[in-house]
């Protein structure tokens, strides 16, 4: 469980679902039965772990400092998951508590600037677009910005290759 717990840290994680040993032995009991399929590969162990915990919180979000207020919202709303979809899964983003900060000051934060530089033409319609879009904008904005920081940060990567190499080790170590 520490190899794990320690894997996710290092990674800027954190599962919805805190981790203990009654959901690692459901993980562990779902892991061996798949892996006796001839179709099982290593970036289900991620999707496993992912939908067993309730996804994950990303913990850097690589804002400027000033920040400091959006960072740790966008730390307790938004939710990635690894999915088992296609021949190598992929990953999503969920939004959960979407505060009325973000929404309020968004026109102020760092996200703007990002929406600026990869929607400009969205952006000059800003003043004359109705809440609901507004909010929708925000959503969207969000979630490209998070997939773009998965992607940066490898995160799928990492969870589609290492991760499965710690489970693994972790799995040998209780001999499960």
């Not at 960072?71 to 939710?79: A, F």
């Not at 033409?121 to 929708?136: C, D, G, N, Q």
């Not at 940060?153 to 290492?162: D, G, I, V």
């Given at each position: ?36 399929t001839?179709?099982f ?33 966008l ?10 979809s296609?021949?190598?899964?992929s ?5 959960e ?7 309020s ?9 990002y929406?600026e ?7 000059l319609?800003?003043?004359?677009i ?24 490898k ?22």
């Amino acid at each position: 469980m520490e190899l794990i717990k320690e894997y996710f840290s290092n990674l800027g994680i954190t599962p919805v679902r805190e981790i203990n040993s009654r959901s690692l032995s459901s993980i562990y009991t779902a892991i061996n039965s798949y892996a006796g399929t001839t179709n099982f590969k290593n970036e289900y162990i991620a999707a496993l772990f992912s939908e067993r915990l309730g996804g994950f919180y990303i913990n850097n979000w690589e804002l400027p400092q000033e920040e400091e207020e959006l960072r740790n919202e966008l730390r307790k709303t938004i939710i990635m998951y690894y999915k088992k979809s296609g021949p190598e899964g992929s990953i999503d983003f969920y939004f959960e508590n979407f505060s009325k900060e973000i929404i309020s000051d968004f026109r102020n934060t760092y996200l703007f600037s990002y929406l600026e530089r990869t929607n400009a033409p969205v952006v000059l319609k800003w003043y004359f677009i109705s809440e609901v879009e507004r909010k929708e904008l925000i959503r969207q904005t969000i979630y490209h910005y998070a997939l773009d920081l998965s992607y940066k940060q490898k995160l799928f990567n990492k969870l589609s290759t290492e991760f499965a190499k710690v489970v693994k080790e972790e799995m040998e170590i209780h001999r499960i």
